[in-house]
């Protein structure tokens, strides 16, 4: 039996070989469509995990920073830091944007990070290649998605940024790269105004009798000065001492600071359940299609395959060959062209497809086996379709026919 499957195969094996083939790109693409769900999904987690934040400390009323837009006043930390369980504190700020070089633009999470050392939240955990930010201007670390090379001048808004170094999977939940430059340049970046803006402003407030009082010496420029000036940033990042527990480190703050906390899950809540759960279904529904479609092919072509040799299987039925033989003969084809399928499908899901995909495609292991367990049990109950069919044959009539 196993060597009339063989046999069979042989004989056409190239006509066997490019449906396989052609099945497997249908596969593969099958598997890249849940790796970017996941993807889409593990990016908002990612961007939590890499702020090494346990608390987000935001505007009151709002779902910030990442969902809502949130301000809060760049001193506010210092209330929170003296709060019981809270270990370290740090303003962060968060803009979406295009970064421009000497190539062209790469969108990107501009990110205003709090000066300080290798640890502190917000900061990249880790880097592939450079060091951390040590000036407090003009430095910016960014994500290799980025493109970005060690030495390498950006420009946000009118600054230019020395790319000082590189890390790996800062992303937004978006999975645009991340950009971290320091927290006063990132809070100039986001207010600023260009020339002729400021200028109709100076012009406006000069012309208020309010502000330009002759009585009052030195109003009007202290009015400009606060004009000029971004005292705001997005939100807090908390880290909370070992021991405590960071519902009821959050619960303190809001109670005596009169803001909005999020804990770790709450915010992942945000993330995913509210964030990119549009997008989320949408490729969800995608998926769910395209399997469905791609069991319809798969049951397809085991079933042409199948009618395609009814004569030769009318001549074994004459020849005395029992039917459970030509079951196996279908059944083992089946499950051989499926497992040629899946085996192209897995390597062109991981080694063309996922790398060139714009965003991030995550391929998990437990993805493979219930892709690599459908797809037999769907050539299985394909085969089954077709032994019916060509059960049913009648040998004098195919091969008269």
């Known amino acids: ?14 006509k066997f070989v490019f449906t396989g083939m052609g099945l497997g790109l249908l596969i593969g693409i099958t598997l890249s469509m849940a790796g970017i769900y996941r993807g889409m999904v593990d990016d908002a987690k990612v961007l939590l995990d890499n702020s090494g934040a346990d608390l987000w400390v935001v505007q009151k009323d709002t779902l910030g920073p990442y969902a809502e837009s949130s301000s809060l006043y760049d001193d506010i930390w210092r209330g929170i830091r003296g709060m019981p369980g809270v270990n370290q504190v740090a303003n962060i700020t968060y803009l979406t944007m295009q970064v421009r070089q000497e190539e062209g633009d790469v969108r990107a999470l501009v990110t205003g990070v709090t000066p300080g050392e290798s640890g502190t939240p917000g900061w990249p955990p ?3 290649a450079g060091r951390q930010i040590t000036r407090s201007h003009y430095e910016a670390v960014a994500d290799i998605a980025s493109g970005f090379k060690l030495g390498e001048r950006i420009k946000v808004r009118r600054n230019h940024y020395t790319v000082v170094g590189l890390t790996r999977r800062m992303v ?87 803001l909005t906390v999020y804990t770790r899950s709450q915010m992942e809540e945000i993330l995913v359940g509210k964030l990119i759960a549009t997008s989320a279904r949408q490729i969800f529904m ?21 009618l395609g040799k009814i004569r030769e299987i009318a001549v074994l039925k004459l020849l005395g060959t029992r039917n459970r033989t030509i079951v196996g003969l279908i059944m083992q084809q089946s499950i051989a062209l499926g497992l040629i ?61």
């Open 1 to 14: 039996m196993i060597s009339l499957a063989g046999r069979d195969i042989m004989h056409s094996w190239g």
């Open 172 to 258: 937004s939940s978006n999975g645009d790269p991340m950009v971290f430059i320091p927290l006063k340049d990132a809070q100039e970046a986001q207010f600023l105004k260009d020339n002729d803006a400021i200028r109709e402003q100076r012009r406006r407030t000069a012309e208020n009798p309010a502000f330009n009082r002759p009585g009052v010496p030195g109003l009007l420029d202290a009015v400009i000065a606060s004009q000029s000036t971004n005292p705001y940033v997005n939100a807090v990042l908390v880290r909370v001492e070992a021991g405590h527990d960071p519902e009821e480190v959050a619960e303190s703050i809001r109670r005596w600071k009169r």
């Open 126 to 128: 880790y880097l592939v």
């Open 341 to 401: 399928g899946f085996v192209v499908g897995k390597i062109s899901a991981t080694l063309l497809m996922a790398p060139i995909f714009p965003k991030y495609v995550l391929l998990q292991p437990l993805d493979s086996v219930m892709g690599f367990i459908a797809v037999v049990m769907i050539c299985v109950l394909s085969s089954i379709i077709a032994i019916r069919a060509a059960l049913r044959v009648d040998p004098a009539e195919a091969i008269g026919g």
């Open 286 to 306: 995608f998926l769910v299609i395209l399997s469905i479609v791609s069991s319809a092919i798969v049951a397809f072509i085991i079933y042409t395959l199948t």
